[in-house]
């Protein structure tokens, strides 16, 4: 089973900064890796998919990147309305599996 | 316009069966996968595994499978996640996820969620 270590678990910024996220995968698996959005009490926004394409309709300061094990999720100058957890989420082999998630707040 | 509309929250003692409904509109149903996640309060999203309508083929995550499962209803283009005798633990947030095409299991399309209370 591959497993998928994201990294931090929260971390706190200022408006205008970049962020950057990572996501380790236990094993190769190509560019099938997401991202997400979630706000307290809505379902995920999908903002990543296949590594590095941006959904349609997601703002450009959100981007993507890796493959194979080790893949990184930025957001160029940090808006108020970012606040929210992001997750990975690679699929492959049949099989889908959740980073731990990242909390990110404003400082 | 694809749509995803999940039945409503429940509330349930241990020991109870359930069984929570996805109901998707705006495609069609038999050609692309549905899938259940878990959230428990406060914590993070869970693959809990991914049905394909056409033929039910089924992929759980191991650390669901045998614990509830995952059916189709193609006449009525419904998902359903079932639990035969609930457990505390089974408290959570429950969404149904459809990928944007085939097996490329990325999901833009999320519905809004079941909220299931298990409680003495």
């Known amino acids: 089973d591959i497993q998928m270590t994201q990294s931090p678990s929260s971390l706190s910024a200022s408006v205008g900064d970049r962020v950057t996220i990572t996501c380790q995968a236990s094993?190769?698996?190509?560019?099938?890796l997401n991202w997400y959005q979630q706000k307290p009490g809505e379902a995920p926004k999908l903002l990543i998919y296949?590594?590095?394409n941006l959904e349609t309709g997601v703002p450009s300061r959100f981007s993507g990147s890796g493959s194979g094990t080790h893949f990184t999720f930025t957001i160029n100058s940090l808006q108020a309305e970012d606040v929210a957890t992001y997750y990975c989420?690679?699929?492959?082999?049949?099989?889908?599996?959740f980073g731990q998630g990242t909390r990110l707040e404003i400082k | 316009e694809v749509q995803l509309v999940q039945s409503a929250a429940e509330i349930k003692k241990p020991g109870e069966s359930l069984k929570i409904s996805c109901k998707a509109s705006?495609?069609?149903?038999?050609?692309?996968?549905i899938a259940w996640v878990r959230q428990m309060p406060g914590k993070g999203l869970e693959w809990m595994g991914i049905?394909?309508?056409?033929?039910?083929?089924?992929k759980y995550s191991p650390s669901f499978q045998g614990h509830v499962s995952i059916s189709v209803d193609t006449s009525i283009s419904t998902a359903f996640l079932q639990w035969n005798s609930l457990k505390v633990s089974d408290s959570a947030m429950y969404y149904c996820a459809r990928p944007k095409l085939g097996i490329d299991w990325y999901f833009p399309f999320w519905g809004r969620g079941t909220l299931v209370t298990v409680s003495s």
């Open positions: 989420q690679k699929y492959y082999n049949f099989a889908i599996t």
């Open positions: 705006g495609y069609n149903f038999t050609t692309q996968w």
């Open positions: 296949d590594g590095s």
């Open positions: 049905i394909y309508p056409d033929d039910s083929d089924t």
């Open positions: 094993q190769d698996i190509s560019n099938s």
